[in-house]
């Protein structure tokens, strides 16, 4: 019996995916449940598994196509009942222990990851046991140049880049906070943080200090519904962090941002971005952001124009702290400077708001306390 193999919808507003590759061949005998298929949609990547026994008859949509939710895949021809023998597994290095992003940069590279040592705990193998194991890199087209294709996170990012500057009239404003208070702060919590299990950074206070000022001024926490004619101004603190990944920028949101102590949110921020990086967020904690941080600090760069994060109305960059002299009471004095920047959309929020906000974030930055 052939059976179809269709992209399911599972929710979030998901209407298409991109087959990113297939991890079994034609013919392959499958076992219900084995992993057939990594997919990439504008929220996460996944990777489906078979619904039934039996073999992989017919590819239909190939690595790189975009397909709607309920498109074919595939076609498997289903086991009779009286064939249901337990086949060997499908997929190369099923017993070995990698997280999912690992096995996929194995695969891209062409490495055997059963044949591999891991170095990582409990013999896990990691990234770097990968890539040392992999092949000379050959490049492609000429020897100038290399050839790499277009897909998967990147374009995926790419899309919802282009989506952002083509519908939404960007403004900028750049302005600086005196962070040596904060550092202090966060240094006095590291040892908190050490018994806690997680380590502290500056992103927990900027999500904390963002979130009172968004209390303030609600027209940064909001978003246009263009169909209904209508400002939609959500009444949820649910923070979008930007994590900077090699295959392209991902946005996992920390819930209820404004109800979590420092410790909580270093914690939640330190879990997602972990997961982030595995490849195995769900696609529920890559949607509903209500406003959008981008700390790029700890790469450096003075400062930033970052993108809006559709549907929201703003986005704020905060940088690399830079010690350098200040006129502070008359007097030039050392402080931990940093440059925030602030895209905002110009349809729903003016220059004034805009700057009535970024006062509010640096005055919770520069008088931040323990009590």
């Known amino acids: 019996m052939e059976f179809e193999l269709r992209l399911p919808d599972i929710g979030e507003g998901i209407a298409e995916g991109e087959i990113v590759r297939w991890l079994v061949a034609e013919g392959t005998p499958i076992k219900e449940d084995d992993l057939l298929v990594e997919i990439l949609t504008d929220k996460a990547a996944m990777e489906m598994p078979s619904p039934v026994t039996g073999v992989l008859a017919r590819i239909v949509a190939q690595p790189g196509q975009v397909v709607p939710v309920g498109a074919v895949l595939a076609f498997l021809e289903v086991a009779p009942a009286d064939s249901l023998a337990s086949p060997e597994p499908s997929s190369p290095g099923g017993d070995v222990l990698a997280v999912p992003a690992v096995r996929r940069l194995a695969r891209d590279l062409g490495v055997d990851i059963s044949a591999i040592s891991g170095t990582g705990p409990q013999g896990r193998v990691t990234e770097e046991d990968v890539r040392q194991a992999a092949p000379a890199d050959p490049s492609s087209g000429s020897a100038a140049e290399e050839r790499i294709p277009f897909r998967g996170k990147r374009r995926m990012a790419a899309k919802k880049m ?7 009239p960007h403004a900028l404003l750049v302005d600086e906070a005196d962070a040596t208070n904060l550092l202090s702060i966060r240094e006095a919590m590291r040892e908190i943080g050490a018994k806690e299990g997680v380590k502290i950074t500056i992103l927990p206070f900027i999500v904390q200090a963002v979130v009172t000022a968004l209390r303030t001024h609600p027209a940064m926490n909001a978003s246009l519904d263009e169909a209904r004619g209508e400002i939609v101004r959500k009444k949820r603190y649910d923070i ?27 914690r939640e921020i330190e879990r997602l971005s972990e997961r982030a990086r595995n490849g195995t967020l769900p696609p529920s904690d890559l949607s509903g952001s209500t406003f959008t941080v981008t700390s790029i600090g700890s790469i450096g760069g003075l400062f930033s124009y970052p993108v809006i994060n559709v549907p929201e109305a703003a986005i704020l960059g905060i940088h690399k702290i830079v010690r350098r002299p200040v006129v502070r009471e008359g007097k030039i004095v050392p402080r931990d400077m940093v440059y925030a920047s602030l895209s905002f959309d110009h349809r729903l929020i003016d220059g004034g708001t805009a700057t009535r906000f970024m006062n509010d974030v640096i005055l919770q930055i520069e008088t931040i306390s323990l009590s």
């Open 240 to 266: 979008g962090v930007a994590v900077d990944m090699e295959d392209g920028l991902v946005v996992p949101v920390l819930r209820d941002a404004g109800e979590k102590t420092i410790v909580e949110l270093a």
């Open 162 to 168: 282009v989506l952002s500057k083509s519908t939404i």
